[in-house]
């Protein structure tokens, strides 16, 4: 059998082969050694660093005086810091720490970021032509209160890579409150589900200044659907009943996500025209809509949509009937014991959509 595998492969050839195999083998263990030696290597640097720092960090939150001068870090740790590895790491923690501070203690963590020359390296980054780097260096500046970027910061609100204009328009909103939003007025991006959330919850923490309800009306008639939805969500988030009529308006718009928010609006804002208005609009509207002017009448329906809908339960929609009585059994005193008597009749779903309904209600 030998002598067959022999003359079918040279022996030199195969000892090449061999030799080449071993080759492989012994790289690929260099590779393995260096890789998990630079990891080992970046830990114990890593370590070292956070363990100086932790020093200074601590001295930051205890310091009452305001006063980032009083630190006297010494030459060793700047030594340290020429090496970019540590600085980023440095960054990244101080950013971390303050998250969970407030009033004398942020501060001094600012001053201790301004005290070891890492705005330079921030501000670095602004001008970087690599997305993800300039997005960071965004995040950093506003992340520390470095005020005097914010111009900088503002014009890549419309920058075209998205995360870039992320992380400036959550930043003019975390420096500026409210007076952030001006991006609004120029946008021309869409500005996504998840950043509307993201900007949503900056603003808790501001204080609105009577600047919504000035803006607003513009907002919401922008050529920018996304701005539509976002001011409508703010309309609705701080209640905003001067824009009624302005909402309004927005059911005439062909996106129909655009006339779902306004119907949710419509319903925070609501005033005594706000129900007949949507029963209007009803017909108009796609079935998802449909589903969502039946959900807002639940809470805000008058007498004048009992007709309305009455004439619902004869939809061919079993959906439909079933929200249209919801609304009839919680919004008019006789309207369980209409849904009663129609689910006497001998034909459609009214008799389980009575059952259902009162049982919803306790009753």
Not at 255 to 262: C, D, I, L, P
Request: hydrophobic residues 40%.
């Amino acid at each position: 059998m030998l002598k067959a595998f022999t003359k079918i492969i040279n022996p030199d050839y195969l000892l090449i082969g061999i030799e080449i195999l071993s080759t492989g083998f012994f790289i690929i263990i260099i590779i393995i050694y260096s890789t998990l030696y630079l990891k080992k290597t970046r830990f114990f640097f890593r370590q070292r660093i956070q363990s100086e720092l932790e020093v200074w960090v601590t001295k930051a939150i205890l310091d009452e005086s305001e006063d980032g001068n009083n630190f006297n870090i010494p030459a060793s740790f700047y030594r340290i810091l020429k090496r970019p590895i540590a600085k980023e790491f440095t960054v990244d923690e101080l950013i971390k720490t303050k998250k969970n501070l407030t009033g004398t203690a942020a501060k001094n963590i600012i001053a201790l970021y301004e005290e070891l020359g890492l705005k330079k390296l921030s501000v670095k980054k602004l001008d970087n032509r690599k997305w993800y780097i300039r997005a960071k260096g965004i995040h950093e500046l506003y992340s520390m209160q470095q005020m005097d970027t914010l111009p900088r910061i503002y014009h890549n609100t419309n920058n075209q890579y998205e995360f870039v204009r992320m992380e400036a328009q959550i930043g003019v909103v975390n420096m500026t409150g409210f007076e952030g939003l001006r991006f609004l007025d120029m946008v021309t991006y869409p500005i996504t589900e998840w950043q509307q959330i993201k900007l949503l919850d900056q603003l808790r923490s501001a204080e609105e200044n009577g600047q919504l309800a000035t803006h607003l009306p513009k907002w919401l008639s922008s050529s920018n659907d996304t701005v539509i939805i976002f001011a409508l969500k703010l309309a609705a988030e701080y209640q905003q009943f001067s824009v009624h009529d302005a909402v309004v308006k927005c059911f005439t718009n062909r996106n129909t996500s655009v006339r779902m928010q306004a119907i949710k609006t419509l319903v925070r804002i609501a005033n005594e025209s706000t129900a007949q208005i949507l029963t209007e609009h009803y017909p108009n509207e796609k079935f998802a809509n449909q589903l969502a002017v039946l959900d807002a009448l639940v809470k805000i329906a008058t007498l004048d949509q009992a007709w309305f809908l009455i004439g619902l339960l004869d939809d061919k929609s079993d959906i439909i009937k079933l929200k249209a009585g919801r609304v009839l059994a919680h919004s008019f005193p006789r309207g369980l014991e209409a849904l009663e008597e129609r689910g006497k009749a001998p034909y459609g779903p009214y008799q389980d959509i009575y059952l259902h309904i009162k049982s919803e209600m306790g009753k």
